[in-house]
Nanobody, 124 residues
């Protein structure tokens, strides 16, 4: 069983920076893929980025390149998502998810385990 806990959300002013944290508990994670997703009010959930625990390679959705950075704390089960130059449109619940299959992707339906999310509100 795998459990994920997101933290770091809150209210941030436009153009600010925020760093979210995903702490993952469980076993058989050495080849896992961990992704970040978000769901804005009234919209479907969308992928942002993912990182492979096997080799620390990363991938990003096109819209996320440049302002979003996914990273992992060394060889721990902690993954971060840093968001720069925040915009009101970034307001959403941010989720992290894990897939133990070892394939690096941001395909939502392939992720087996999900956190409960952390709310990010961008407002002045």
């Amino acid at each position: 069983q795998v459990q994920l806990v997101e933290s770091g959300g809150g209210t941030v002013q436009p153009e600010g920076t925020l760093k979210l944290t995903c702490t993952i508990f469980g076993t058989e994670l050495d080849r896992a893929c961990v992704g970040w997703f978000r769901q804005a009010p009234g919209k479907e959930r969308e992928g942002i980025a993912a990182i492979s625990f096997r080799d620390n390679n990363t991938i990003y959705e096109d819209y996320a390149k440049g302002r979003f950075t996914i990273s992992r704390d060394s060889t721990t089960n902690i993954v971060h998502l840093q968001i720069e130059r925040l915009k009101p449109d970034d307001t959403a619940v941010y989720y992290c998810a894990a897939d133990r299959s070892s394939y690096l992707h941001t395909v939502e339906i392939w992720y087996e385990y999900w956190g409960k999310g952390t709310l990010v509100t961008v407002s002045s």
